[in-house]
Antibody
Framework: EVQLVESGGGLVQPGGSLRLSCAASGFTFSSYEMNWVRQAPGKGLEWVSY????????YYADSVKGRFTISRDNAKNSLYLQMNSLRAEDTAVYYC??????????????WGQGTLVTVSS | DIQMTQSPSSLSASVGDRVTITCQASQDISNYLNWYQQKPGKAPKLLIY???NLETGVPSRFSGSGSGTDFTFTISSLQPEDIATYYCQQYDNLPQVTFGPGTKVDIK
C-alpha cells in the first residue's frame, strides 16, 4: 500500500525556519517525481515545488522561490522541504504528493495527510 | 502563467440531482486537465485525469469532458458521500501545475 506521511509542521515566528519531511512507503520512491502542495486555512490548493525522481530537476512557485528548498533522499525514501524566511502567508497545511507521468498523462495519484505550518508571533 | 477559473464557487443540490461544474483555462491546454475531490480535513483524491478518464475505483457517476479552454465535471446523481470541494488542475506547463479555486458541493 502506498503511503506518504508528512511531519515537521508546527508554530514558527515570522522570519523563522522549518523543515518538513515526507516518508514514503509501498512503492519504488526513486522512480517517482514528487511535489509539495499547500492549502491555506479555508483556501484552495497551491502547488509549491517539484523535484524529479533523481533530484536533478527542481521547480518552485514564484511565491516561495528563494526561500524554500526541496530535496529528496532516495536511500531513505524521503522528501523534504526546507522553509526559510517564513511569512504569515505561508501558514497552510502542506501536502506531499506523488506525481505519475506516462503516455502524456500527468496527475498526483497519492497524497499524504498533510502537516500544518503556522507562522505567527 | 496559466490561470484557472471554476464556476460556481459553491452549490447546493438534492440527493439524486445532476451536478455540473465548469473549469476554464486562460489559454489552450488541450486535454491536460485533472479533477480532484477533497473532503473536509482530508487530502485531495484524484477522480478524473486527461479531462475525461475515470481513475480506477472511482464511481461511474463522476465524469469529465472538454478540451482547449473549457471543461466540465459532472456528477450524474449526487450522493451524500459526494459532499466535498472539487478542484480542476491543469498540467500544460509541466511541472508547474495550477489548480482552480475549487467548487464546494453540499446537500440541499
Amino acid at each position: 500500500e502506498v503511503q506518504l506521511v508528512e511531519s515537521g509542521g508546527g508554530l514558527v515566528q515570522p522570519g523563522g525556519s522549518l523543515r518538513l519531511s515526507c516518508a514514503a512507503s509501498g512503492f519504488t520512491f526513486s522512480s517517482y517525481e514528487m511535489n509539495w502542495v499547500r492549502q491555506a486555512p479555508g483556501k484552495g490548493l497551491e502547488w509549491v515545488s517539484y523535484i524529479s525522481s533523481s533530484g536533478s530537476t527542481i521547480y518552485y512557485a514564484d511565491s516561495v522561490k528563494g526561500r524554500f528548498t526541496i530535496s529528496r533522499d532516495n536511500a531513505k525514501n524521503s522528501l523534504y522541504l526546507q522553509m526559510n524566511s517564513l511569512r504569515a502567508e505561508d501558514t497552510a497545511v502542506y501536502y506531499c504528493a506523488r506525481a505519475s507521468y506516462s503516455s502524456g498523462r500527468y496527475y498526483f495519484d497519492y497524497w499524504g495527510q498533510g502537516t500544518l505550518v503556522t507562522v505567527s508571533s | 502563467d496559466i490561470q484557472m477559473t471554476q464556476s460556481p464557487s459553491s452549490l447546493s443540490a438534492s440527493v439524486g440531482d445532476r451536478v455540473t461544474i465548469t473549469c476554464q483555462a486562460s489559454q489552450d491546454i488541450s486535454n491536460y486537465l485533472n479533477w480532484y475531490q477533497q473532503k473536509p480535513g482530508k487530502a485531495p483524491k484524484l477522480l478524473i485525469y486527461d479531462a475525461s478518464n475515470l481513475e480506477t475505483g472511482v464511481p461511474s457517476r463522476f465524469s469529465g469532458s472538454g478540451s482547449g479552454t473549457d471543461f466540465t465535471f459532472t456528477i450524474s446523481s449526487l450522493q451524500p458521500e459526494d459532499i466535498a470541494t472539487y478542484y480542476c488542475q491543469q498540467y500544460d506547463n509541466l511541472p508547474q501545475v495550477t489548480f482552480g479555486p475549487g467548487t464546494k458541493v453540499d446537500i440541499k
